[in-house]
Antibody
């Protein structure tokens, strides 16, 4: 089934940057399209970014377009999310997940990003 | 963007009950719908995809149905471990959107 492990979350001031990583194991990473989803604790889920298996195609939610960049390193079975110009409303738990056709699976355990002064 | 609504928002049930959650889409999503279960402090877990296909390892008491704009998740004979929040999601078009969630509580 595969395992995903996010890292890189933390506390950052508004306007700052963070880079999230997602390490894949027991998972043929190069075959999988990948996504990032975020969730405000106790609230709903928001898809924010997608990347295809070779990195040539990406899509973003309007809320992060121009500020966040999704990328991947297939040689290291790793997914990344570069987050710039962070805002208070970017605060939340960030999950990476595989995106086989029609679903998100598997999911990582999430990493918390807090944007606050 | 395709909007999803779920009903009910909150559901109180007992072990052994049959539970149904409804998800309605603002546009025809052609069965590109998935259902997830989330427990406190945990990541969502895929239950159903393509509206009615059961993910491997998910108990058969979970089932999904529907088409076009209306979909349902049914749990027959609710078990203690099923008390959680359930989200629907459309994967017909970007941005992929989620419903607001239905909390199933005792």
């Amino acid at each position: 089934e595969g395992h995903l492990l996010e890292s890189g979350g933390g506390l950052v001031q508004p306007g700052g940057s963070l880079r999230l990583s997602c390490a894949a194991s027991e998972f043929i990473f190069v075959r999988h399209e990948m996504i990032w989803v975020r969730q405000i604790p106790g609230k709903g889920l928001e898809w924010i970014a997608y990347i295809n298996n070779n990195g040539a195609s990406v899509h973003y939610a309007d809320s992060v377009k121009g500020r966040f960049t999704i990328s991947r390193d297939n040689t290291k079975s790793s997914l990344f999310l570069q987050m710039n110009s962070l805002r208070v409303d970017d605060t939340g738990i960030y999950y990476c997940a595989g995106n086989p056709r029609g679903r998100f699976d598997p999911w990582g355990q999430g990493t918390l990003v807090t944007v606050s002064s | 963007d395709i909007q999803l609504t779920q009903s009910p928002f909150f559901l109180s049930a007992s072990v052994g009950d049959r539970v149904t959650v409804t998800c309605r889409a603002s546009h025809d999503i052609s069965s590109f719908l998935a259902w997830y279960q989330q427990k406190p402090g945990k990541a969502p877990k895929l239950l159903i995809y393509d509206a009615s296909l059961l993910q491997i390892g998910v108990p058969s008491r979970f089932s999904g149905s529907g088409s076009e704009t209306e979909y349902t998740l049914t749990i027959t004979s609710l078990q203690p471990e099923d008390f959680a929040t359930y989200f629907c999601q459309q994967l017909k078009s970007y941005p992929y959107t989620f419903g607001p969630g239905t909390k199933v509580d005792i």
